[in-house]
Every structure is written in C-alpha cells, then in structure tokens.
C-alpha cells in the first residue's frame, strides 16, 4: 500500500511543470481573448452554437461560467448554453498535454465535443423556437465570476494557483485510483466499465456532473489509465461543465429549469458514448 502512495506521488510530481506551462499560456490565451470572446456570443444571434461550441474548445479560465451569467441575463439562448457546456474540455487539455497524449488524438477529441455541441445547440434552439416563440427581455447582469478564476491579480499567480490546485487533484484521484486498481484488481475494474454496454458512460456522465474541476481530472486520468473506454470518455467529458453548473444554480432562479439543462447536458453525454459503443469505436 506505502507504494501505491509513493507511485501516485511521483507520477503527480513528473506533471508539475507541464502543468505550470501549460496553465501559464492558458491564461495568458484569457486575457486576450476573454471580451472579444464574450463580445461574440453576445452578438452571435441564432449562431450562437456555432460559435459557442467554437469558443468553448479554446482553453480559457472559466468560460462557461461566463456563459451561464449570460444565459442566466437571456443575453445567449440555452442552445447556445449547452454548446458551450458540451465543448468546454476543462482540465481535459492540461492534463493530456503534460502526459504527451499524441496530438492527433487531442484535436480528435475536441473536434467531436465541438460537433457534439454544435448539433445540439441548433437542434435545442430549433425545438425552442418551434414551441415556444414568447421572446423574453434581454437584460445584462454582472456577476462576479471568481469561483474559478482569479485573474485580476495577473496570470502567474492565477497560473500557480492553477497549477496547485489541479496538482492536488491529480495527487488525490491518482491515489483513490491506484487503492482501487489495489484493491479490486485493474482487470475486474476495467471488465465492468468496458465490457457492459451502456453502463460505462452512465458511469461516467455521473462523474462528469461533479460542479468543479474534478470531475474532468477523474475521467481523463481514468481513460489515461485505460480504465475506461473512448466512449466512457466522451460521455464524461461531455457532460462536464465545471463549476458552471454550480453558478446555474445560484444565478438562475428558475430551479425546474436548471434541473432540465441539467437533464439535457446528462442525456447528450450518455447517448453520445452509448453511440460510440454500438459502433465498436474503441480508439480515436
């Protein structure tokens, strides 16, 4: 058991300065892009999937908590939200780069949460405008967005923070992984979650409704560690919003609502991995 400690420490430890690095031009993506990204969903329209699901692939602190302020101000429609929350990959990026995941696989991955959300987004708004075509006033609401990001203190303590933070999450799950790879055995766990269709990327869209980074950091070290499948996977990342949904809750106040984006984002994820399974896709 003191090795299983031991390996997990190591391991996190080797990712700290891709981590730092990789946070680092993160940030410094944010800065510059943060406004003008926010400035285009605004005035996205009913393209606002389109460029939703875009924006949401790039790397940037905190953005879907930026997008549920604007749903929650009617300043972007729930297509639009749900594109959004289906391409953000969280730690997802991070964490791949500073394992030296092939890039092809990477750009693979994000071009089918990108689609995933763009399909959805239009599809979601389509349904909207059909049944219910009472226009609701646009009206802005500044909330404070430092659930995720401290970025007004300058990116590199912003990028520290980062940093530590998902190290100690990466240090936790690792650990919690290496007991139960100890413990149950690595081919009993991987059996249940891979080789039982459907139950996998229920599983795994559970795991991805976590509020915070967590969740991202769970379902990729788990597909690292092949302890889940490429469809596992998607339906995990998928569903992950980080701490947007924690900010959905306290924001919007129309809790039936909530509960409803929620039930959409869970089903998306899940039925897009059962898809994947049923077409026998195991790798990307």
Request: charge should be negative.
């Given at each position: 058991m003191i090795e299983v400690f031991q390996d997990a420490l190591l391991d996190s430890i080797k990712l700290l300065p891709f981590l730092f690095i990789t946070y680092l031009i993160m940030e410094y993506i944010e800065h510059k892009m943060k406004e003008k990204s926010k400035n285009a969903i605004k005035k996205s329209g009913k393209f606002g999937p389109l460029i939703g699901s875009i924006l949401g692939?790039?790397?940037?602190?905190?953005?879907?908590?930026?997008?549920?302020?604007?749903?929650?101000?009617?300043?972007?429609?729930?297509?639009?939200?749900?594109?959004?929350?289906?391409?953000?990959?969280?730690?997802?990026?991070?964490?791949?780069?500073?394992?030296?995941v092939p890039v092809s696989i990477i750009l693979k991955i994000l071009g089918i949460k990108l689609l995933v959300g763009l399909i959805a987004g239009f599809i979601i708004d389509f349904i909207i405008r059909v049944v219910n075509k009472k226009e609701e006033e646009e009206k802005i609401i500044d909330i404070c967005e430092k659930e995720h990001c401290d970025c007004e203190h300058g990116i590199l303590k912003s990028t520290c923070k980062h940093t530590v933070n998902i190290f100690i999450f990466i240090l936790i799950i690792t650990i919690l992984i290496n007991i139960a790879i100890y413990c149950i055995g690595e081919d009993t766990i991987a059996h249940f979650l891979q080789n039982k269709p459907i139950i996998g990327p229920i599983i795994a869209g559970i795991i991805g409704l976590i509020p915070n980074c967590a969740a991202s950091v769970i379902i990729t070290q788990m597909y690292l560690q092949n302890m889940i499948s490429v469809a596992s996977m998607l339906s995990g990342l998928l569903v992950g919003a980080g701490v947007g949904l924690v900010v959905l809750f306290r924001t919007n106040k129309n809790l039936k609502e909530n509960i409803n984006i929620v039930l959409i984002l869970y089903s998306i994820g899940v039925i897009v991995g059962i898809l994947f399974e049923m077409l026998g896709i195991v790798t990307i």
């Open positions: 692939v790039f790397p940037q602190c905190g953005f879907s908590v930026s997008a549920t302020n604007l749903y929650s101000a009617r300043v972007i429609t729930l297509g639009t939200l749900i594109a959004i929350y289906l391409s953000t990959s969280d730690e997802m990026l991070p964490i791949f780069i500073s394992e030296s």
